[in-house]
Each structure stands twice: as C-alpha cells, then as structure tokens.
C-alpha cells in the first residue's frame, strides 16, 4: 500500500531563512510521482512542485525545489529566503502507477516569524 | 482562464438531510476528482472521473455517497442521509488529459451537519 508520512506537525521559521520540509514515501510501484501543495488559511489547495519517479533531476519552481533522494524514499520541500506569506499548511502527496487518485500526508503547518 | 469552482462554499444540515455540491472544472481539462479533507488532516480521495466516465471510486465511500459527471463538464457529489461524521470540507479538482500530473483544486464546499 502507498502512504505518505509527514513527521513535522509544525515548524516555526524566521523570515528570509531557508526552510525543509520532510516528506517520506512507501510505494511498490516503479513509476510514481511526488506533489507538494501549500494550503493558506483560506483553504484552497495550492499546486507548488511535482517529481517524477524517473525524472534525474530535482525539480525547481522558483523559490521552491524538491530535494528527491529515491533510495532514501524521501521528497522533501525546500523554500528558500521564506516570506511571511509562506505561512500556511503544506502537504505532501503521491500519486502511484496507472492510479490518478493522489495519497497524502498530514502536512506540516509552517508558520514564518518577522 | 477561470480556476476550478464549487458551489456552495459552505452549508449547514441537520442529520438525515441530502446534500448536494456542485464543481466546475477548468473548461479544457477531462479529469475531475473529489476528495474530503476534515481539520488537521490530509485530504482523502474518493472519486475520479475522467470525462464523463467515474473510474476509480474509493472503497471507504459509503453508498450514501454518489457522484455525477454529467456530458464531461460540471460535476455533482451527493450525499444520502448525512451524518454528524460527513462534516469536512469537499474538495474537487481537475486536471488536463496530457501535460503534467498536478491537479488544480477549487475552494471547497464546507459541510457541517448538525
């Protein structure tokens, strides 16, 4: 079965301060993909990065960037020079094989401090 | 181009009572999913539908629960006699038929049954 564990409930980080978000995965299949969303406090899901199984490179979206170790089974989040608008819930999820249906994490709630 | 919508964006039931949510996805993607997230927890899939079609359905969905894709363009989740445990908040996304992986989600519909 997938699952998705995210072992930060929360974190608090100065402003402009890189932050990592922990993100690890369970799957058997060998073709998979990794998602980070970010959830404000207004409740819509924000779409922020995704890491292909099979993709060699970590993938980058401005300030955000994945750091995908696949043997380690770890996708974590990397924000870097955090913002205050950054504070919000981000959650890991994982959509595995032919499935579209994405599994997710409980998410960390990140709160950035002035 | 418009995001995703859903509609109403909150609603209060008494126990017993059906609901119904509407979501309209973005006009050019064919794939439209429901989740239900309820507080402090990740979100839980429960149906995907690729144009009209429902294709995966999760097995921890009561029969209470049933969703429509009408002609491949707006969707409905209903829910038959609610209960207390129904509240959450019902999200609906969507995403393209080629391109990349990631789902665009709307607002969500709050539920609360009282």
């Known amino acids: 079965a997938q699952k998705i564990t995210q072992t930060q409930p929360g974190m608090f980080v100065q402003e402009k301060e890189a932050v990592t978000l922990d993100c690890t995965y369970d799957?058997?299949?060998?073709?998979?993909?990794l998602f980070w969303y970010k959830q404000p406090s207004s409740g819509e899901m924000i779409f922020l990065i995704y890491q292909g199984s099979y993709d060699e490179q970590n993938a980058t979206e401005g300030r955000y960037s994945l750091n995908f170790q696949k043997a380690r089974k770890s996708a974590n989040l990397v924000i870097s020079a955090s913002q205050l608008g950054d504070s919000a819930m981000y959650f890991c999820?994982?959509?595995?094989?032919?499935?579209?249906?994405?599994?997710w994490g409980a998410g960390t709630k990140l709160i950035i401090k002035p | 181009d418009t995001g995703v919508s859903q509609d109403p964006r909150h609603k209060i039931t008494k126990r017993g009572q059906n609901v119904t949510f509407r979501c309209d996805p973005i006009?050019?993607?064919?794939?439209l999913y429901w989740y239900r997230q309820t507080l402090g927890q990740g979100p839980e899939f429960l149906t995907y539908f690729q144009n009209e079609a429902q294709l995966e359905k999760s097995r921890l969905l009561s029969d209470r629960f049933s969703a429509e894709r009408p002609k491949g363009s707006f969707s409905t989740l209903e829910i038959q006699r609610t209960e207390q445990g129904d509240s959450a908040m019902y999200l609906c996304?969507?995403?393209?038929?080629?391109?990349?992986?990631?789902?665009?989600f709307g607002p969500g519909t709050r539920l609360t049954v009282t």
């Open positions: 799957t058997s299949d060998q073709s998979y993909g």
């Open positions: 996304a969507s995403s393209p038929a080629a391109g990349g992986y990631e789902q665009y």
């Open positions: 006009s050019e993607h064919n794939r």
């Open positions: 999820a994982m959509r595995g094989g032919s499935n579209y249906q994405l599994i």
